[in-house]
């Protein structure tokens, strides 16, 4: 008996070793295999606040990653622009030169590097958020990898930032009428000013960190986003108006500098494209869901919110029907294919 005995606490003394390190190195359920994954940190840059859809989408990424890696790929992401001081343009510039490693940025943004990025944005190409999500995990998000590869990019995924409504402080927007003479904040870019000139706004170029006081002190009137950002920074609270007519598709792009992914084993780069593309349709359902409760939360909060009917919106589309034309020219026949525009 004592024999046996024996015989089993030794045989658990060479098998307890296996098990330890079978446990200790995952840290999750995933491999801890550094020979797949070698030990890496990799900062991620994304403009929003904490609780903005780009900052959630990065920080589910970075969870899942480490998850699948047992803790060996670390994704540190910094909200805000911190590491640019606010300044949204240089942290893309970073990205794209390999300063830092992952960002997610909105194509009105990723415009600096390629204009033919906006043609997403291209008013009222899309009736519904089905249709952006076939088109852009199809042509559109190939299109997108092919420029975004051209500036020294790898793309990942796409995640919604969402439909873009406007809020002012001055008067309900129903008809284009009530638009002319609004000074709106934008983000820049051709579509985007083009467009509010088309319909007799005062379109601003102007860094989003600026906008909440500009509206406060009077220096704009008003400015167009997504439910999400609206919400994140509070905008809600200092505009009187807000008008729901998705007059155009706005998402986040999910990059890694090429140099460094191509550096990566072929498990941790399949790695951060899959857990990219998991991160971005969670974020994407998370938008969607997301909406009419903040449109409640906007009302609740003393908010005009007024939904326009596809009828409502025809004489908005005819104002703009000359330079929807315009831009499906502008960016080329490869892009309009990409999209399936006429």
Same mark, same amino acid.
């Given at each position: 008996?004592?024999?046996?005995?024996?015989?089993?606490?030794?045989?658990?003394?060479?098998?307890?070793?296996?098990?330890?390190?079978? +446990?200790?190195?995952?840290?999750?359920?995933?491999?801890?295999?550094?020979?797949?994954?070698?030990?890496?940190?990799?900062?991620?840059?994304?403009?929003?606040?904490?609780?903005?859809?780009? +900052?959630?989408?990065? !920080? !589910?990424?970075?969870?899942?990653?480490?998850?699948?890696?047992?803790? /060996?790929?670390?994704?540190?992401?910094?909200?805000? &622009?911190?590491?640019?001081?606010?300044?949204? +343009?240089?942290?893309?510039?970073?990205?794209?030169?390999?300063?830092?490693?992952?960002?997610?940025?909105?194509?009105?943004?990723?415009?600096?590097? &390629?204009?033919?990025?906006?043609?997403?944005?291209?008013?009222?190409?899309?009736?519904?958020?089905?249709?952006?999500?076939?088109?852009? &995990?199809?042509?559109?998000?190939?299109?997108?990898?092919?420029?975004?590869?051209?500036?020294?990019?790898?793309?990942?995924?796409?995640?919604?930032?969402?439909?873009?409504?406007?809020? /002012?402080? !001055?008067?309900?927007?129903?008809?284009?009428?009530?638009?002319?003479?609004?000074?709106?904040?934008?983000?820049?870019?051709?579509?985007?000013?083009?467009?509010?000139?088309?319909?007799?706004?005062?379109?601003?170029?102007?860094?989003?960190?600026?906008?909440?006081?500009?509206?406060?002190?009077?220096?704009?009137?008003?400015?167009?986003?997504?439910?999400?950002?609206? /919400?994140?920074?509070?905008?809600?609270?200092?505009?009187?108006?807000?008008?729901?007519?998705?007059? +155009?598709?706005? /998402?986040?792009?999910?990059?890694?500098?090429?140099?460094?992914?191509?550096?990566?084993?072929?498990?941790?780069?399949?790695?951060?494209?899959?857990?990219?593309?998991?991160?971005? @349709?969670?974020?994407?359902?998370?938008?969607?869901?997301? @909406?009419?409760?903040?449109?409640?939360?906007?009302?609740?909060?003393?908010?005009?919110?007024?939904?326009?009917?596809? @009828?409502?919106?025809?004489?908005? !589309?005819?104002?703009?029907?000359?330079?929807?034309?315009?831009?499906?020219?502008?960016?080329?026949?490869?892009?309009?294919?990409?999209?399936?525009?006429?």
């Amino acid at each position: 008996m004592k024999k046996k005995i024996i015989a089993i606490l030794a045989g658990l003394v060479l098998v307890m070793p296996i098990l330890a390190g079978c +446990t200790s190195s995952t840290g999750g359920s995933g491999t801890g295999d550094e020979k797949l994954y070698p030990k890496m940190k990799l900062r991620m840059t994304v403009n929003g606040t904490d609780i903005a859809t780009d +900052t959630k989408t990065a !920080k !589910k990424f970075a969870e899942l990653v480490k998850e699948e890696s047992g803790g /060996n790929i670390e994704i540190v992401v910094f909200p805000n &622009d911190q590491l640019t001081g606010g300044n949204m +343009t240089k942290s893309i510039e970073m990205v794209a030169q390999g300063t830092t490693e992952i960002s997610a940025y909105a194509t009105s943004a990723l415009g600096v590097l &390629d204009q033919r990025l906006l043609v997403g944005t291209i008013p009222w190409i899309f009736d519904n958020y089905t249709q952006a999500r076939e088109m852009i &995990d199809s042509t559109g998000g190939a299109y997108y990898a092919k420029l975004l590869a051209n500036k020294g990019l790898t793309y990942l995924g796409s995640v919604h930032n969402g439909f873009r409504q406007i809020t /002012n402080s !001055k008067r309900e927007v129903k008809k284009p009428e009530d638009v002319v003479g609004l000074k709106i904040r934008v983000p820049g870019g051709e579509v985007y000013l083009n467009f509010w000139k088309a319909l007799g706004a005062d379109p601003v170029a102007m860094s989003w960190g600026e906008v909440f006081t500009a509206i406060q002190q009077g220096t704009i009137d008003g400015q167009e986003n997504g439910f999400s950002v609206t /919400n994140s920074a509070n905008v809600y609270e200092i505009q009187k108006y807000m008008t729901v007519w998705n007059y +155009t598709y706005e /998402n986040y792009l999910f990059v890694v500098n090429s140099e460094k992914f191509e550096s990566m084993t072929p498990e941790t780069q399949a790695l951060l494209k899959e857990k990219a593309l998991e991160a971005c @349709e969670w974020g994407r359902d998370m938008v969607e869901e997301g @909406e009419q409760v903040l449109m409640e939360k906007f009302r609740a909060a003393g908010m005009t919110v007024t939904e326009l009917s596809s @009828e409502e919106l025809e004489p908005f !589309k005819a104002k703009i029907a000359d330079l929807q034309k315009y831009f499906i020219q502008k960016y080329g026949t490869e892009a309009a294919e990409a999209f399936g525009l006429k």
